[in-house]
């Protein structure tokens, strides 16, 4: 059974910077594609980072520059670094696993999700 746990979220002001985790089980970063995505109230869930299994990162024109995705593969726990928090930033944070191949930020490629950790940052 693969479980994805997301942690990290919080509430911070414009400016500022979290790191999200997300602890995998049944499933490892050497086998799976890793993503991150976000869903705003009202809003459709949209991709902003992604890690192939070769170490090939992509991410959201929005974010790039800001957020960093990374892995442990020892500990297989992927790293939402986000820097520069804009209120625009305010949303739930998923991380999700994958098989598709090549890598994307199509929530459709990806098998296996998270519960989710919400992310909030005030201006």
């Known amino acids: 059974e693969v479980q994805l746990v997301e942690s990290g979220g919080g509430s911070v002001q414009a400016g500022g910077s979290l790191r999200l985790s997300c602890a995998a089980s049944g499933v490892n970063s050497r086998s799976a594609n890793r993503g991150w995505f976000r869903q705003a109230p009202g809003k459709e869930r949209e991709g902003v980072a992604a890690?192939?299994?070769?170490?090939?990162?992509l991410y959201a024109d929005s974010v790039k520059g800001r957020f960093t995705i990374s892995r442990d593969s020892g500990k297989n726990i992927v790293y939402l670094i986000m820097n520069t928090l804009e209120p625009e930033d305010t949303a739930m944070y998923y991380c999700?696993?994958?098989?598709?191949?090549?890598?994307?930020?199509?929530?459709?490629?990806?098998?296996?999700w998270g519960q989710g950790t919400q992310v909030t940052v005030s201006s």
């Open positions: 890690i192939s299994v070769y170490g090939t990162t």
């Open positions: 999700a696993a994958g098989m598709e191949w090549p890598v994307t930020l199509t929530s459709s490629d990806y098998k296996y």
